[in-house]
């Protein structure tokens, strides 16, 4: 299930909200990585008022506390999460409530093969892999073998670019989750059936009308 995702890096997430209700749509997925506590429950609020029933899977940051996700479940009926390696964001809450639904994101730090068993297993962005296997080779080896013997339970997906320029740029400059030609979603053709899952987001700052036109591309070939 390939979903168009209200993603939060920009600043025109309200937008997305509301142009998925002038769609029509009643299941979107959520990922609020950039909002804090007070900004998530505007997000709530306005998801609710464009009319979404179900958020099947959220990205979770490292502070929120249980009872947001408690909320999720019974409101928005979600089924999975995935967060961050806690060596890159420490958690700041015990989420062992909801370790059976979590899923732990490939980034930029090695998988945590411990951190993973307390969990539900492993969410596969396939933009971070690629450009590990393009810039850092090593680090694709390991988290392709943790990969290959854990559970994908969800994905995210965007183009293909050069991640490893998050050091040296800007992320308003270097627009690392813009979709600016359905080629750069190519890649994704050479990873196995195995690497995806029932709960896919598109990872993409681009607007919901362009994520749907990218849904059906991606279902051409995947």
């Known amino acids: 299930m390939i979903l168009p995702t209200i993603t939060t890096i920009g600043q025109d997430w309200r937008e997305k909200v509301k142009e998925a209700g002038g769609f029509g749509?009643?299941?979107v997925n959520v990922f609020p990585t950039c909002l804090k506590q007070k900004e998530r429950q505007e997000l709530y609020r306005l998801?609710?008022?464009a009319g979404i029933k179900k958020v099947p899977f959220v990205h979770l940051r490292s502070d929120m506390?249980?009872?947001e996700l408690d909320f999720l479940v019974e409101?928005?009926?979600?089924?999975?999460f995935n967060i961050h390696t806690s060596m890159e964001f420490p958690f700041k809450h015990d989420y062992g409530k909801y370790k059976s639904v979590?899923?732990?994101e490939n980034t930029h730090e090695p998988f945590d093969e411990a951190e993973i068993k307390q969990f539900a297993g492993v969410c596969v962005d396939f933009a971070h892999l690629d450009n590990a296997r393009v810039f850092r080779p090593a680090l694709y080896e390991h988290n392709i073998g943790i990969i290959e013997k854990y559970k994908c339970g969800c994905n995210h997906i965007s183009p293909a670019k050069d991640f490893s320029l998050y050091d040296e740029v800007r992320w308003d400059t270097h627009h690392?989750?813009?979709l600016d030609n359905f080629s750069q979603l190519d890649y994704l053709k050479n990873y196995p059936a195995r690497y995806f899952s029932d709960y896919i987001g598109m990872e993409l700052e681009n607007t919901i009308e362009k994520q749907l036109e990218a849904i059906?591309?991606?279902k051409s070939f995947l």
Do not use: G, R
């Open 25 to 27: 749509l009643k299941e």
């Open 47 to 49: 998801l609710n008022k």
């Open 65 to 67: 506390p249980v009872s």
């Open 75 to 80: 409101q928005y009926k979600t089924d999975v």
């Open 102 to 104: 979590i899923y732990i």
């Open 176 to 178: 690392p989750h813009v």
């Open 216 to 218: 059906e591309y991606i």
